[in-house]
């Protein structure tokens, strides 16, 4: 068994074996974190675990136990978008939109760390995050002007 | 049949919108036996509460489109965005569609939802005339209300007025809409409609489909392709915890369980005996096989005689070129649930052509397409692919079986191997062109792997370029891996040929590849696509020794024209493109941000295809279909790109979806060219640097 808090919420994962991605998906019904590879190559899975991005894909609840997992849908805050979702927002930083939970999980995680990221270091932390779409321009910008939403 | 919509005021119209295609019977040719409803259904309603609901049997994949047709009806209506509710996609509710592909939507829908709401405006303004007891001439419709145009005072709301006067209307075909110089909310930047549940995770697509009992499903692939199954034993995987049945139904072999990874567990000790066939063909094969067994030859263009062009022209030149298969890669791999209700099937399939899908299965399963309901959650990218869309079979026969709904979602090694492939093609091109680079000859020869989808290789391979003597022939050939649409088709593929020709023949003469092709360029809409593409870049002739290259490419898809010139500096077998400068031609633009998205991806998607992407595939099995082994553009590979939009107002309003992928290869092998001398023929680039 495992124990974790998800978006706040205290939670009992009968199986430490099971996927962290399947769990949060089908067992807690939390479908905005997706699957895309399996392989951890794509980051559309991506969620912050104590505050650091991981790839739900290639995790187990029992690698997360004791941990404070957020996902997508607990990112907002009191019904207040979090400064990257406001900025994807104003950038129309997305198209088909399955991936962007992911880049916008990786990206929280990287403003975590780094206040001001140059936009060399935004492509470092985004690289492992893959939109078909090619809307990447658009959520390096995102990206950029979130820092600056979220250091006003 | 589409359910009536009750309450409110319904505009109703004629669906199954240019059905089939003029000119090229497209519909019939790609997905055979289509049974169109022509309507009349409803297409744009007011609601009781003064709220805006449109119906499109389109789909939403990233596109835009429910942005688009919230605009429209918008902008007709007189209302703000935020009202505007667009159904996609669902067989009971929305107007019969051939499917959303061949960027129609708002070519033919974005049309239909104007004059259906341009219709209700009337008939709202006719109400309220009745209602302040004014003529019609002095009211206005303004924010969700009709009012006086002397009296703001004197006003009354669409929920007023739509509960006073319900019914349903029939759309007026020659109705007012509302012209290109007073748009208010078409043709502006407006915020995306779907955004908002897009960055909070609340957007459904069909892997995110969960329905009450569910169970999930594994199922059983062949080692190969065509592989036979022999038998099946299912002892072990019976008895695994959580496996709940193995259902074996035609060609359809599932585990399912309460979880998805006790079915995959299941799979695993499912024991399996197939024979596989021996005749493939392999990757290194499939050019000679092309050149060899050409069939079905298709005269696209004909003009004059290429053979005696040839023979005048001061200068000839021939060359081959061949495109892999590319795979497509939509973001989220194909998904379906179905659930059965007596014998009613309901199935949410992310495909791009519910309707179609909703004939299909009724033929699949042998019952009637009135049993069927096919609902279309958002798509996780498409790209065109979509169109063909197994796991809505596989579901709805498991499920037959099983009693209780099923999911099937497919992996993506499965989404790779088990869907379909931008075709491979073979290119032959001979030219004869004068000293001063006027074309003389063009004698254009394409065999695509398209097998019973030749439409999917003729895209795009007219030529542009003036001659006294063209001949375009386009034939099909072996076809190892399933061919299946792709964004432009094989547009793409043929302007790679076509467009690296041209630079070759630049090449030839020391000529500036876009003094070339101005040269031989009549259509006023091309010419200015490329002299805006080459302004904005700040094009100028090759720079030796400055380690970067220029390339352009220009042509023509879904009724618009693109030109792209591009910068690249090449470092070992690593290809940077550094900027792109772009033009389009789309007619009259609906929503100029959602054109700019769309060339943006459509170069980023094509940069793939140019430098990385290529299926690998040997004895019935791809090789590369997982993305440890396939790579396409990541945030770090993408160029600087700029977007101008040139169109006129008073042309026709056509696709902006697709034609940004169709000069993008071709200018960017003509810039690694530019910079290294080493013309390639061959796509993927980097393959062959």
């Known amino acids: 068994m495992a124990t974790m808090h998800v978006n706040g919420e205290r939670h009992e994962a009968p199986d430490n074996r099971r996927n962290l991605l399947s769990y949060l998906r089908y067992d807690l019904g939390l479908t905005g974190t997706k699957y895309g590879c399996g392989e951890g190559l794509c980051g559309a899975c991506t969620v912050l675990v104590d505050g650091q991005p991981l790839k739900a894909c290639l995790s187990t609840v029992g690698s997360v136990a004791g941990g404070q997992v957020t996902t997508i849908e607990g990112l907002a805050n009191d019904g207040e978008l979090h400064p990257v979702q406001q900025a994807f927002l104003d950038e129309t930083a997305l198209q088909c939109g399955y991936c962007i939970p992911g880049f916008i999980m990786t990206a929280a995680g990287l403003l975590d760390r780094v206040s001001h990221p140059t936009r060399e270091q935004v492509r470092e932390a985004l690289a492992e995050n893959m939109c078909r779409c090619g809307t990447y321009l658009r959520i390096e910008r995102a990206v950029i002007s979130a820092a600056e939403i979220a250091n006003e | ?689």
């Open chain 2, 1 to 689: 049949m589409s359910e009536q919509e009750t309450g409110g005021l319904v505009i109703q119209g004629p669906a199954a919108l240019n059905f089939p295609p003029p000119s090229t019977g497209y519909a019939r040719s790609a997905y055979g036996n289509v049974t169109p409803d022509f309507g009349p259904a409803p297409w744009v309603s007011v609601r009781p509460n003064g709220h805006v609901r449109v119906f499109a049997g389109k789909v939403e994949y990233g596109q835009g489109i429910r942005w688009g047709l919230a605009m429209a009806a918008a902008e007709e209506l007189r209302v703000p965005l935020d009202v505007v509710e667009v159904v996609l996609g669902d067989t009971d509710r929305t107007p019969w569609d051939m499917g959303t592909f061949g960027s129609q939507s708002t070519r033919y829908t974005g049309v239909q939802v104007r004059k259906a709401a341009a219709t209700a405006r009337q008939a709202l303004l006719v109400a309220a005339s009745t209602t302040l007891d004014l003529p019609v001439e002095q009211l206005r419709c303004e924010g969700g209300a009709v009012t006086s145009a002397s009296d703001p005072a004197r006003t009354v709301s669409y929920a007023e007025l739509v509960r006073e006067h319900p019914g349903v209307r029939d759309l007026l075909e020659d109705v007012p809409v509302t012209p290109a110089s007073d748009f208010a909310v078409m043709g502006h930047d407006t915020g995306r409609v779907d955004a908002l549940d897009r960055v909070t995770g609340k957007a459904v697509y069909s892997q995110d489909v969960r329905r009450p009992g569910m169970l999930y499903a594994a199922l059983l692939r062949p080692p190969s392709y065509g592989a036979r199954l022999v038998s099946v034993d299912d002892t072990a995987a019976s008895h695994m915890p959580g496996v709940v049945q193995v259902v074996q139904d035609g060609p359809v072999v599932g585990v399912l369980a309460e979880s998805d990874e006790q079915a995959e567990l299941g799979l695993s000790v499912l024991q399996a005996e197939w024979e596989e066939r021996d005749d493939h063909i392999s990757q290194w094969d499939l050019p000679a096989a092309l050149a060899e067994h050409p069939h079905d030859p298709v005269t696209i263009q004909d003009d004059g005689d290429p053979e005696r062009g040839l023979q005048r022209a001061a200068h000839t030149l021939e060359a081959t070129y061949y495109i892999p298969y590319v795979s497509t890669v939509p973001m989220e791999p194909r998904a379906a649930v179905a659930e059965w209700d007596g014998d009613h099937l309901t199935v949410w399939a992310g495909t791009q052509r519910p309707f179609g899908i909703r004939g299909e299965l009724a033929a699949d399963l042998g019952i009637d397409e009135s049993q069927i309901h096919v609902i279309a959650p958002e798509l996780g990218g498409g790209f065109g692919a979509k169109s063909i869309y197994r796991p809505a079979f596989e579901a709805a026969r498991l499920a037959r079986t099983a009693g209780r709904p099923v999911r099937v979602a497919y992996s993506r090694q499965e989404e790779m191997a088990w869907t379909t492939f931008r075709p491979a093609a073979l290119i032959t091109i001979r030219s004869g062109f004068a000293s001063d680079g006027a074309l003389l000859a063009w004698d254009f020869n394409a065999i695509h792997t398209t097998t019973d989808r030749p439409m999917i290789g003729q895209r795009g391979s007219e030529s542009p370029y003036t001659a006294p003597d063209r001949k375009v022939v386009v034939s099909s050939g072996p076809a190892p891996l399933r061919p299946g649409s792709y964004r432009s088709l094989g547009g793409a593929v043929n302007h790679f040929a076509r467009e690296v020709h041209m630079d070759e023949i630049a090449q030839a003469l020391s000529m500036d590849p876009v003094e070339l092709r101005l040269k031989n360029l009549e259509d006023r809409r091309y010419r200015r696509v490329l002299e805006t593409a080459a302004e904005s870049f700040g094009w100028e002739p090759h720079t030796p020794g400055s380690g970067r290259g220029h390339g352009v490419a220009l042509g023509w898809d879904v009724g618009s024209y693109a030109a792209e010139c591009v910068e690249v500096r090449v470092r070992g077998k690593e290809v940077s493109v550094d900027r792109v400068s772009s033009a389009i031609d789309c007619g009259l633009v609906y929503n100029p941000e959602g054109i700019r998205n769309q060339m943006e991806g459509s170069i980023v998607m094509g940069l793939g295809t140019a430098l990385y992407e290529g299926a690998e595939f040997e004895g019935g099995r791809l090789l590369n279909g997982s993305f440890a082994r396939y790579r396409v553009p990541r945030i770090n590979n993408v160029p600087d790109m700029d977007v101008a939009i040139v169109g006129d107002d008073n042309e026709p309003p056509t696709g902006a979806g697709e034609p940004g992928i169709v000069p993008i290869a071709p200018a960017i092998a003509n810039a690694v060219y530019d910079v290294t001398g080493t013309r390639l023929r061959e796509l993927p680039l980097q393959r062959h640097l």
